[in-house]
């Protein structure tokens, strides 16, 4: 409260433990400085229950008018073993205060949806979930599958993700032939058959990722 009175253009508040400082945090971001902050939280999405259970029930609903029109954006990290031994590398979910995200935020009873919101949201809204990133880190090499796994937030959609299918379909993928060759960048021999599209037309590529055929 006292860094409030030296009239500070940014504000870093090393962690929010309980009701107190949670509420610290938002009264500076609520005149109008930019507040930075951290929290024990297994995600991004489970970020906004934890601030507002910290509070009493009849306080919950000024909490939740607080968080909605303050916040801006939260980012989870994990950090996970790198795949040639070398120390560890993050993985990270993101989840940007949409419009949506604030309208769930106020409403008790939806915003267990906010998670969803995160999964989908990533060209639109710039999120990230961390089993986004997980495969992005497992294609560049920089984990092993086994890690990704271990540490997905639903290990099975990505074991499907990784071996080449999802929610029984083919990936879609748009974009020029460049960024189609950089997609099929040898890391694995995975199965795989993909479509993009290119100058107005449609191009099939089939058979794995280390010998790609164009049809």
């Known amino acids: 409260v006292s860094a409030l009175r030296e009239d500070p253009d940014v504000i870093l508040l090393g962690e929010m433990r309980d009701a107190a400082s949670i509420d610290t945090a938002l009264t500076a971001a609520e005149t109008g400085h930019l507040v930075f902050t951290t929290l024990h939280s297994p995600a991004a999405a489970d970020t906004v229950p934890r601030i507002i259970s910290s509070f009493s029930p009849d306080a919950q609903g000024t909490i939740?008018?607080?968080?909605?029109?303050?916040?801006?954006?939260?980012?989870?990290?994990?950090?996970l073993p790198r795949a040639d031994g070398g120390g560890r590398t993050v993985a990270c979910e993101v989840m940007t205060a949409s419009p949506r995200v604030r309208e769930l935020i106020l409403d008790p009873q939806r915003v267990k949806e906010i998670s969803d919101l995160v999964k989908g949201g990533a060209i639109v809204e710039g999120m990230l979930s961390f089993d986004q990133h997980l495969f992005e880190l497992c294609r560049k090499g920089d984990i092993t599958d086994e890690?990704?796994?271990?540490?997905?937030?639903?290990?099975?959609?990505?074991?499907?993700?990784?071996d080449g299918?999802?929610?029984?379909?083919?990936?879609?993928?748009?974009?020029?032939?460049?960024?189609?060759?950089?997609?099929?960048?040898?890391t694995k021999p995975w199965p795989l058959t993909v479509n993009a599209e290119a100058g107005g037309a449609t191009v099939d590529v089939k058979g794995s990722i280390a010998n790609p055929q164009a049809a």
């Open 147 to 162: 890690t990704a796994l271990q540490h997905a937030t639903s290990a099975t959609d990505l074991k499907l993700k990784l």
């Open 165 to 186: 299918t999802y929610n029984g379909e083919a990936f879609a993928v748009k974009g020029s032939m460049g960024e189609l060759a950089e997609l099929l960048r040898p």
């Open 64 to 79: 939740r008018a607080k968080l909605a029109q303050n916040l801006r954006a939260v980012v989870a990290q994990r950090l």
